[in-house]
């Protein structure tokens, strides 16, 4: 009698306290092409990640931040320039085809656009069916159809026959993303890495993803990278906040803390750009400085040349992580005890009123998750 299918169900908490996914040092440069050229562009340095069964850590920043490829970088879906990547404690760094299908059980990612990174041509069967077939054996029968039954279940697309058959054009945003996340389940992994997944959906339907993915924490103790740009869903739906600006990230901690009272310059002004209407009034002083460039980047701390509190340490010595609260991290040297270190201060007080931080950070991106409303 063969086996029944595997379908994913809740988890028990880890005992130990072993990162089921952790990157030390991760570095990535990408040559830039051209004659003789032997620039490279600086995306990611020196990054340090941590992700534990059970709970989220959201990657913060602007556009070009290095996001994205950091989330490339952990699912191994193209080599780091430096560093090391472990899950359970454990190199696995891949080598051959046989042990990146391995590492794929273990750690899966979803993409940004669900139409993109689901075939056109396919129906939602066919597309769970390989999933499955992967990575639980060639099942057939009975046996299939439970187990593609039991992964739209998990991602709430019920009754299961009625999207199992269709085409990703014949679905919604949500529903796209919902069965680009049930392909995800097909391997049972212990790591999710999520680059955007609701930035591509309609406002109104986002909730309802973030509330699904919470749900998949809780009940599977998995293990979750929540990549965005907006802010407020971090604070929402993640335990940690991780802020990235130009590569490095200059800013971690627990995700209330860091997005309501934010340490790091940068951090203050990507909390605090949002547009107020009762600014209107206030007389801009001014904001000057734009992104860096990542081929040839500033020397010292990135954000320097934009920081308003900069001094001459800023530009010759790049900041380490230094402790600015119970298990909050910001790279600025103003926290150091250097006598050469900045004063730094209110960037309100600095930069004037919202729209001249705006001009400093880039447009700002409306909360796509109510302040108010609860993920529950």
């Known amino acids: 009698m063969s086996n029944p299918p595997h379908v994913p169900g809740p988890r028990s908490a880890p005992a130990s306290d072993v990162p089921a996914l952790q990157a030390v040092g991760l570095r990535k440069h990408f040559p830039v092409r051209g004659v003789r050229s ?11 990640l941590e992700l534990h069964r059970g709970r989220v850590v959201a990657l913060v920043g602007e556009s070009g931040s290095g996001k994205s490829t950091i989330a490339r970088l952990l699912a191994q879906l ?5 560093g090391q990547v472990l899950v359970d404690g454990q190199d696995a760094t891949v080598h ?3 042990a990146f299908r391995a590492y794929t059980r273990r750690v899966q990612m979803i993409f940004q656009d669900p139409f993109a990174s689901l075939n056109p041509i396919h129906t939602v069967r066919y ?4 999933a499955v077939r992967i990575h ?13 039954t039991g992964l739209l279940e998990r991602v709430q697309l019920v009754p299961a026959a009625q999207y199992v058959d269709k085409f990703p054009h014949e679905l919604s945003g949500g529903q796209r993303q919902r069965v680009a996340i049930a392909r995800t389940l097909a391997a049972d992994p212990d790591v999710l890495l999520a680059d955007e997944p ?4 309609d406002v109104s339907i986002r909730l309802g993803i973030l509330n699904l993915l919470r749900d998949l924490r809780d009940r599977l103790q998995i293990a979750i990278l929540y990549i965005t740009h907006d802010i407020a869903s971090a604070r929402y739906f993640a335990d940690r906040v991780m802020v990235m600006y130009a590569g490095r990230v200059v800013e971690t901690g627990d995700a209330e803390s860091v997005t309501q009272e934010p340490a790091h310059p940068y951090t203050q002004l990507l909390v605090r750009s949002a547009p107020d209407p009762d600014d209107l009034a206030a007389r801009a002083h001014g904001a000057h400085g734009e992104a860096p460039s990542l081929v040839h980047p500033p020397s010292g701390c990135r954000f320097h040349p934009r920081c308003p509190f900069a001094v001459d340490l800023c530009s010759a010595e790049v900041p380490p992580l230094l402790e600015v609260g119970a298990e909050r991290q910001a790279a600025c040297w103003g926290y150091s ?7 730094l201060g209110s960037v309100l007080d600095a930069y004037g009123d919202r729209s001249a ?15 108010e409303e609860d993920l529950s």
């Open 198 to 201: 609701i930035s591509m959906l």
């Open 38 to 48: 032997h620039d490279v562009v600086h995306a990611v340095e020196d990054v340090d």
């Open 78 to 82: 193209m080599p780091a320039t430096a």
């Open 96 to 98: 051959g085809r046989r």
């Open 136 to 148: 639980q054996g060639r099942l057939r029968g009975e046996q299939l159809e439970a187990a593609l």
């Open 337 to 343: 005890d250097r006598p050469d270190a900045p004063v």
């Open 127 to 130: 597309t769970l069916t390989r």
């Open 357 to 371: 931080l705006a001009a400093a950070t880039g447009p700002a991106r409306p909360s796509t998750v109510p302040v």
